[in-house]
């Protein structure tokens, strides 16, 4: 079966630099959610999208941006890159409110480095 | 606001024996789901179980089952004759009408 796609899986990028992760949901998921995971922590909420706009936002910096397209893929634009952005980015998928189905993925996590 | 609590940072199990994870949650919305992720070294999250609060019935997934004790507010998962490949992070998360919270994660060890 079809799993949530994001790319690049692996970037490394210099301070103040701008990085674009893309995600890819599972066919028929309306619905896509961005969260960070530091090292050792746990994951963050970033913002989410259903049905191309924008549905709740949590920690996401000023800095960072973002946007689901007509084909539902989404894309996570990260400006004026800093130290503390390195983390493991999540893309999840899910149809409508996952939450209440449990028909919620996450892809395998697009790893930035920021030097 | 949603809280997800796990309150064993670490664990430790024998091949075969069976573990329970802890988790408990508090949530003000009437409607939502209990996740169990596993998340491995190489850092994908892997889907496990997952709970609707009106489920009737605890979850159950091969060697993962969810106890689910609504009055509690408490979803443990249960894994039945733990593998060296369960080895890994465990998250626990709840989502309501959006977005799903994280438990900080229990750090699951299995030895030969």
């Known amino acids: 079966a079809a799993g949530v796609i994001q790319s690049p899986r692996h970037l490394i990028k210099e301070k103040r630099e701008t990085a674009t992760l893309k995600c890819y949901p599972i066919?028929?998921?309306?619905?896509v959610y961005w969260y960070q995971q530091g090292p050792g922590q746990d994951p963050q909420f970033l913002i989410s999208?259903?049905?191309?706009?924008?549905?709740d936002k949590g920690s996401i910096p000023d800095r960072f941006s973002a946007q689901q397209f007509s084909d539902y893929h989404s894309e996570l634009n990260m400006s004026s890159l800093e130290l503390g952005d390195s983390a493991l980015y999540f893309c999840?998928?899910?149809?409508?409110?996952?939450?209440?189905?449990?028909?919620?993925?996450f892809g395998e996590g697009s790893r930035l480095t920021v030097l | 606001a949603q809280k997800i609590t796990q309150t064993q940072p670490g664990m430790f199990v024998q091949e075969k024996e069976a573990v329970t994870l802890d988790c408990t949650y508090d949530?003000?919305?009437?409607?939502?789901?209990l996740f169990w992720y596993k998340q491995p070294s190489s850092g994908e999250m892997i889907f496990l179980i997952y709970?609707?609060?009106?489920?009737?019935q605890n979850a159950t997934e091969v060697r993962y089952s969810l106890n689910f004790q609504k009055a509690r507010k408490s979803a443990n998962l249960v894994i039945s004759a733990s593998q060296l490949g369960d080895s890994a992070m465990y998250f626990c998360?709840?989502?309501?009408?959006?977005?799903?919270?994280f438990g900080k994660g229990t750090m699951l060890l299995v030895s030969p």
């Open positions: 709970q609707g609060s009106y489920d009737q």
């Open positions: 999840a998928s899910s149809l409508g409110f996952g939450s209440n189905t449990g028909e919620l993925f």
């Open positions: 999208f259903y049905e191309k706009m924008q549905s």
């Open positions: 949530t003000s919305d009437p409607s939502y789901g």
């Open positions: 066919p028929r998921h309306d619905t």
């Open positions: 998360a709840m989502g309501g009408y959006s977005t799903l919270t």
